[in-house]
């Protein structure tokens, strides 16, 4: 098959959840003989300079990126008051993308159009008028439902209407989005079980995210006497900026007080002066890191205290893949097979998690002991190349 990608952000390099999913199961399915190519938006926010992606990189997946300046302005966002379009959506419609992506579909015939993301959805009906084959979406989240939950967590009332106004006009989008696709790709069989209630008549699968288990290959290192625990994930998404806040608020400092000799790390794309601001001796914090597997290297156990996500939690994934030890809420866990006290560790409130730390760097052998568990069960439910087949499998099935 010849597969064209499209996405609201570059799948390379491949550091943050989005760009990670992308990229493996467009090189799992380059592994199975198919061949992928890239067209992404490069936006102010995931700007990847086009000098910094490797030319082997380009060449190989045909990689192509058009600037689309999605930034949120005052104006425009209040005139979408007045207005049934989504804002969330709205601000990825951009002309040079469209252009270049009608010369793309006029240039070259496709068997498959994949799209990554929601975001890219208004771009239908180009598609539809030069591509006469099977359309995709990859749904890596249920995108209203994290707005719900961030609408939820909301303090500020002006705010949380605002939010919840955004988020039903989102939904009802979202839904009605689904009768213009093909199939479409769910990434845990959580958000397939909710695609599959709208009744559209629209086929969909659950593909998890695709991990290779060469490059995740090396063991937890061993506690010497205190684990080093972390957090790993990319700042400007609401969702893990809402988790770090509460983990420094209302976790660590009760975790220190037990055990004064604790040291939490926190890393990730786009860190906040308000999050860098926490620095002490037993909070070391990173604004970006080069290499994830030399960043892994030295951690025990990754605390995640999701409350506003949807779809899978790829760091989770690749934690458990390394064999790290992960404490998580079951927002968190979500669309992950797993099982509490097995694979994870599933806490809600604050002193759950105090209480989980204090466990672990009591009985450091639960690192151990979960931590290979976990690494087990990732390399029988989620290797790149299975995963990869049963997407082949699905995607050739409207070719036929």
């Not at 910094?52 to 380009?58: G, L």
């Amino acid at each position: 098959m010849r597969i064209l990608q499209l996405a609201h952000k570059s799948p390379y390099p491949p550091h943050e959840g989005g760009p990670m999913a992308m990229n493996a199961i467009a090189d799992g399915l380059m592994r199975l003989g198919h061949t992928v190519e890239v067209l992404c938006m490069n936006t102010p926010k995931y700007n990847v300079p086009l000098d910094t992606i490797p030319e082997a990189y380009k060449k190989k997946v045909n990689y192509n990126a058009v600037f689309v300046d999605n930034r949120v302005r005052i104006f425009p966002a209040f005139l979408n008051l007045f207005s049934p379009v989504s804002y969330h959506v709205a601000r990825f419609v951009n002309k040079a993308y469209e252009k270049k992506l009608s010369e793309t579909l006029q240039s070259a015939k496709y068997d498959v159009v994949l799209l990554e993301s929601l975001y890219v959805t208004p771009y239908v009906n180009i598609i539809r008028d030069y591509h006469a084959g099977p359309l995709f979406l990859r749904a890596h989240n249920i995108e209203f439902r994290i707005w719900e939950r961030l609408t939820h967590n909301e303090k500020n009332p002006v705010k949380r209407y605002y939010l919840r106004y955004l988020t039903k006009k989102l939904k009802r989008y979202e839904i009605k989005i689904i009768d213009s696709i093909d199939g479409v790709i769910a990434i845990s069989s959580v958000d397939k079980i909710f695609f599959d209630t709208l009744k559209s008549g629209t086929d969909v699968i659950a593909i998890p995210y695709a991990i290779d288990h060469a490059v995740t290959g090396h063991a937890a290192p061993p506690v010497k006497s205190v684990p080093l625990f972390y957090h790993l994930g990319s700042m400007n998404w609401l969702p893990n900026l809402e988790a770090v806040n509460w983990l420094l608020k209302k976790v660590w400092p009760d975790v220190v007080k037990r055990i004064p000799s604790a040291v939490i790390s926190i890393a990730g794309r786009s860190m906040p002066e308000d999050i860098v601001a926490f620095s002490n001796n037993s909070v070391k914090v990173e604004r970006d890191i080069k290499s994830v597997e030399d960043y892994l290297s030295d951690k025990h156990v990754l605390l995640a205290p999701i409350f506003s996500g949807s779809g899978i939690r790829i760091k989770i994934l690749e934690a458990m893949s390394y064999g790290k030890l992960v404490i998580t809420t079951a927002t968190g866990a979500e669309g992950i097979d797993y099982e509490d006290g097995k694979d994870i560790m599933i806490a809600e409130t604050a002193g759950q998690f105090v209480e989980k730390i204090i466990l672990v760097c009591n009985n450091p052998v639960l690192i151990t002991t979960i931590g290979q568990h976990a690494r087990q069960t990732i390399t029988g439910k989620y290797d790149l190349i299975r995963v990869s087949k049963k997407l082949e499998a699905f995607m050739e099935g409207f070719l036929l």
